[in-house]
């Protein structure tokens, strides 16, 4: 029962309906965006205008709310889109003044953005792409029509001047930002997320669908009413009657039977754990996912997964944050606004995504323990003997050179305020025994 032709319609229907489905398209995105980015210009400690004028405008319009979305709803079909509303007073299919092929700002535009709205590809049509091979944009779409749900009503501009309210909208391409996730071949339309896993969600409904049907027949058992060979046939108001009671009982409050020469005996339920079952299509999932399966079973389980899964799962997220996120969305995004206008240009920018490998309380206080234990163990032992403290320390604590210089430094500190203490005990006895002579 596999469908053999994927198409968007039926993408965004596994999305909406199934819940491990979501969990497929929203993975990836809503670990990628667990902690926001900074958009910094240098290294400087104030902020320049640059970097006040995205802060400013991020609190206002919610950028990474925005882009989080187009994200996750990108990955329901081969590509989505953000479009970005301007004050710029013309029609959302005609260009964008001051925008280059590059999709750069040539003018002084100084246009103030008003909102934004994610579509997934159920929502999109590429109407146009560029045809010019000499264009740096070519094979890319110049022109998106775009349904509006939720029955908003636009009005449309035609070229005989007539005005028509219309939920689908021609946009042209200055006006958004084309977001594709798992790009092979083209650079317009990436592999749906759940491609590769259809056929897996589709063994999956069997399964929790069976299970549920099979529980609902199994648990009302079925009846065999054995005739007594020996009685009468019933005549056919007789039959009619036990119809009635049977019926009574099995749709109604009804629980007995009157019954004269026939007993009633009850089919076993063949009732079966699911379990096992479904665990081996969630491990599919997971290893197709490339994720650590406690991690793509959500909060509670990911806090049980090993310090290699996590390990391997953060070196995942960081190289999409870096090598996906951060050059075909969030720059777009930013250098796009730059163009309008809205933003001040920057000399130059970095999109520096927070350290996923930054230890937590509890994981600083677990070293901690650890470490203080194999010290004590040092110095008990008297392992010095054979390995001085500095390289212990070097080699087998892992500490920094200035570290080492220091904790160098207090111990022969306190060896000095030792031996001292110790020098003047000694010279208070002598006075002591010298006095007392």
């Known amino acids: 029962g596999y469908p053999k032709e994927l198409t968007t319609q039926q993408y965004k229907l596994m999305y909406d309906r199934e819940g491990i489905a979501t969990r497929i ?3 990836y995105p809503e670990e990628s965006w667990a902690e926001d980015p900074q958009i910094v210009e240098n290294e400087e400690p104030d902020n320049t205008e640059f970097e006040d004028a995205w802060d400013e405008l991020e609190r206002k319009y919610n950028l990474y709310s925005y882009m989080m979305r187009v994200d996750e709803l990108s990955g329901i079909g081969r590509y989505g889109i953000l479009l970005i509303g301007i004050d710029d007073g013309k029609p959302l299919d005609q260009p964008v ?4 092929d590059l999709g750069e700002g040539t003018g002084n535009n100084q246009y103030q953005l008003l909102y934004l709205r994610p579509f997934d590809e159920s929502c999109v049509n590429v109407k146009s792409t560029e045809k010019d091979i000499t264009n740096p944009r070519y094979g890319k779409p110049t022109m998106y029509s775009i349904t509006f749900e939720g029955g908003t009503s636009l009005k449309s501009i035609f070229e005989d001047g007539s005005i028509k309210a219309s939920n689908e909208v021609a946009v042209h391409w200055t006006r958004v930002i084309h977001v594709a996730d798992n790009r092979k071949n083209s650079e317009v339309y990436g592999v749906p997320r759940m491609q590769t896993l259809f056929n897996r969600l589709y063994d999956l409904r069997k399964i929790t669908g069976g299970s549920a049907e099979m529980f609902w027949k199994g648990g009302f058992p079925g009846y065999a009413f054995e005739m007594d060979p020996n009685a009468k046939a019933p005549t056919d108001d007789e039959s009619t009657a ?12 009804q ?4 019954l004269q020469g026939i007993t009633v005996n009850s089919l076993e339920p063949q009732v079966a754990d699911p379990m096992s079952h479904v665990e081996i299509q969630l491990e599919i999932i997971a290893i197709a996912l490339g994720v650590p399966k406690r991690i793509f079973m959500g909060s509670e389980q990911a806090k049980l997964a090993s310090s290699k899964d ?10 999409r944050q870096n090598k996906y996120l951060t050059p075909y969305l969030v720059r777009p995004v930013i250098d796009r606004l730059i ?26 206080a677990e070293v901690m323990k650890i470490q203080v234990e194999a010290f004590s163990k040092y110095m008990a032992g008297s392992v010095d003997m054979l390995i001085p403290p500095e390289i212990f320390l070097k080699m087998f604590a892992g500490l920094e050179p200035d570290q080492i210089d220091e904790i160098t430094k207090q111990m022969k500190d306190l060896q000095d305020e030792f031996n001292d203490q110790q020098q003047e005990e000694l010279d208070q006895v002598d ?3 010298n006095g007392n002579e």
């Open 255 to 258: 629980r007995y039977l009157r």
């Open 97 to 100: 003044d001051g925008i280059n």
């Open 25 to 27: 398209v929203s993975l």
């Open 310 to 319: 996590s390990e391997n799962w953060n070196k995942r997220i960081k190289r």
């Open 242 to 253: 036990l119809t009635e009671q049977i019926t009574a009982y099995a749709n109604g409050l």
């Open 339 to 364: 163009a309008y206008g809205t933003l001040p240009e920057p000399e130059k920018y970095d999109v520096i995504w927070p350290d996923l490998d930054t230890p937590s309380e509890k994981d600083k």
């Open 431 to 433: 006075e002591e025994e």
